[in-house]
């Protein structure tokens, strides 16, 4: 709860709410910071305004970095299916792993920070595509351009990958890039629920969506504390489980959730497993995927299929009437999609006209089997629509 702030501290954090461009914001945010009384019953409230000063400056970083490269040399565009940044200290192996992952041309070098701008390239599998993006590496503490740049790009890609050195205590290593992250308000912890506040006039006052557990207080501590923040109109969504600190997070911002992958490389030089059994002990729960490289590298499917199921999308494949074979390139929807929204996405006509689908897949009962507009797609369906 913020503690009974002094009036000045009040009137500063509307000017802050009020504020427009994120310099501005950054601004307020300080001057305000500089306003309220440190002690245990604000500490919370200071660790989310760290947070969200630190996501203004990374903001205003990526800004400047798309306004001064004109181009995709600074800041990275997606393509494909989604983004995997790859970030880690100098000489983790960052290159090597986009190397082998992908026709990028990069420079793999022993001599430390080689890569000081991001590199991409795709990594081809099978109906899509994943941008993997080489970020420049993060100096312990985070601080400095190069780093900012990487944790900009971290706070925009789809999933991470954590490369660390086999021989350099790589389990403290993820716990230090855990840490730094974290500290920059992207979180690797799968959050057991989520906190959506969006402030508008609109709103009469306070309304709650919940749609999910508020795991210590009511909807009427909800709404206590968010005036306690001078927010008295807005839209509040709950989903999942959630405590009222998540609510208290959320008016700095909503927190971003990045699944990862750790890569530990140089593990061909280890003389034993130790290293990798202890990550895997500790981080086998969290990551999407714990990668011993280079001989325990799964193939470009494997780590693409964990990638696109972790982010709750599937590829299905489209195929004419007159055509034996289905297109090559699958189309990307999110898990759950109708035939009826593979068609509107192929063509509006395509959903205006449909009239019945068939789907080739081992699932079904037979295949082809013909299904109607409300079928429920799956990954590597093979699909043919056909009109009216
Ligand atoms: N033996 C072995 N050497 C590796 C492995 N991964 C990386 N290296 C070597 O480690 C050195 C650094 O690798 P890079 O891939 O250039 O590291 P980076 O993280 O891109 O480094 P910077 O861009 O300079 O920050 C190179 O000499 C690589 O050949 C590995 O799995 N095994
Ligand atoms: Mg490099």
Same mark, same amino acid.
């Given at each position: 709860?913020?503690?009974?702030?002094?009036?000045?501290a009040?009137?500063?954090?509307?000017?802050?709410?009020?504020?427009?461009?994120?310099?501005?914001?950054l601004?307020?945010?300080?001057?305000?910071?500089?306003?309220?009384?440190?002690?245990?019953?604000?500490?919370?409230?200071?660790?989310?305004?760290?947070?969200?000063m630190?996501?203004?400056?990374?903001?205003?970083e990526?800004?400047?970095?798309?306004?001064?490269?004109?181009?995709?040399?600074?800041?990275?565009?997606?393509?494909g299916a989604?983004?995997?940044?790859?970030?880690?200290?100098?000489?983790?192996?960052?290159?090597?792993?986009?190397?082998?992952?992908?026709?990028?041309?990069?420079?793999?070098?022993?001599n430390?920070f080689?890569?000081?701008?991001?590199?991409?390239?795709?990594?081809?599998?099978?109906?899509?595509?994943?941008?993997?993006?080489?970020?420049?590496?993060?100096?312990?503490?985070?601080?400095?351009?190069?780093?900012?740049?990487?944790?900009?790009?971290?706070g925009?890609?789809?999933?991470?990958?954590?490369?660390?050195?086999?021989?350099?205590?790589p389990?403290?290593?993820?716990?230090?890039?855990?840490g730094?992250?974290?500290s920059r308000?992207?979180?690797?912890?799968?959050?057991?629920?989520?906190?959506?506040?969006?402030?508008?006039?609109?709103?009469?006052?306070? /309304? $709650?969506v919940n749609?999910?557990? +508020?795991?210590?207080? #009511?909807?009427?501590?909800i709404? @206590?504390?968010? !005036?306690?923040?001078?927010?008295?109109?807005?839209?509040?969504?709950?989903?999942?489980?959630v405590?009222?600190?998540?609510?208290?997070?959320?008016?700095?911002?909503?927190k971003?959730?990045?699944?990862?992958?750790?890569f530990?490389?140089?593990?061909?030089?280890?003389?034993?497993?130790?290293?990798?059994?202890?990550?895997?002990q500790?981080?086998?729960?969290?990551?999407v995927?714990?990668?011993?490289?280079?001989?325990?590298?799964?193939?470009?499917?494997?780590?693409?299929?964990? /990638? $696109?199921?972790?982010?709750g999308? +599937?590829?299905?494949? #489209?195929?004419?009437?007159?055509? @034996?074979?289905? !297109?090559?390139?699958a189309?990307?929807?999110?898990?759950?999609?109708?035939?009826l929204?593979?068609?509107?996405?192929?063509?509006?006509?395509?959903?205006?006209?449909?009239?019945?689908?068939?789907?080739?897949?081992?699932?079904?009962?037979?295949?082809?089997?013909?299904?109607?507009?409300?079928?429920?797609?799956?990954?590597?369906?093979?699909?043919?629509?056909?009109?009216?």
């Amino acid at each position: 709860m913020p503690t009974n702030l002094p009036p000045e501290a009040q009137a500063k954090w509307e000017e802050y709410s009020k504020a427009k461009t994120p310099e501005e914001k950054l601004q307020k945010l300080r001057e305000f910071y500089a306003l309220i009384p440190k002690h245990k019953g604000t500490e919370k409230m200071e660790k989310f305004i760290k947070r969200r000063m630190a996501e203004l400056r990374e903001e205003i970083e990526r800004r400047k970095a798309r306004k001064k490269s004109k181009g995709p040399t600074l800041f990275v565009e997606k393509r494909g299916a989604a983004q995997l940044a790859l970030v880690g200290y100098t000489n983790s192996g960052r290159s090597t792993i986009l190397a082998s992952l992908t026709n990028a041309r990069v420079e793999v070098s022993p001599n430390p920070f080689t890569t000081l701008r991001p590199v991409e390239g795709m990594m081809e599998f099978k109906g899509t595509q994943i941008q993997v993006v080489e970020t420049p590496p993060l100096i312990q503490g985070g601080q400095g351009g190069p780093s900012n740049l990487a944790i900009a790009i971290a706070g925009n890609a789809d999933v991470l990958g954590l490369v660390v050195n086999a021989l350099e205590d790589p389990s403290s290593q993820i716990d230090e890039l855990i840490g730094l992250l974290e500290s920059r308000g992207i979180s690797l912890e799968r959050p057991s629920g989520r906190v959506r506040i969006r402030r508008s006039r609109a709103a009469p006052t306070i /309304i $709650i969506v919940n749609k999910g557990k +508020i795991l210590d207080g #009511t909807e009427r501590d909800i709404r @206590k504390l968010l !005036s306690s923040y001078g927010i008295d109109r807005a839209w509040v969504e709950i989903e999942g489980k959630v405590t009222l600190e998540d609510v208290e997070e959320a008016v700095f911002g909503e927190k971003k959730y990045k699944p990862f992958i750790v890569f530990i490389t140089r593990t061909d030089l280890l003389e034993t497993t130790s290293v990798i059994e202890e990550i895997e002990q500790k981080y086998g729960d969290k990551a999407v995927m714990i990668i011993p490289f280079p001989r325990g590298l799964p193939s470009k499917d494997e780590i693409g299929e964990a /990638i $696109i199921r972790e982010l709750g999308l +599937i590829r299905v494949f #489209t195929k004419s009437r007159n055509e @034996k074979k289905p !297109s090559d390139r699958a189309v990307i929807l999110s898990r759950g999609s109708t035939v009826l929204d593979l068609a509107g996405i192929i063509h509006q006509s395509f959903r205006e006209r449909f009239r019945y689908a068939k789907v080739w897949s081992d699932r079904l009962p037979y295949s082809p089997m013909k299904v109607g507009p409300d079928f429920i797609l799956e990954d590597l369906d093979i699909v043919e629509i056909v009109t009216r």
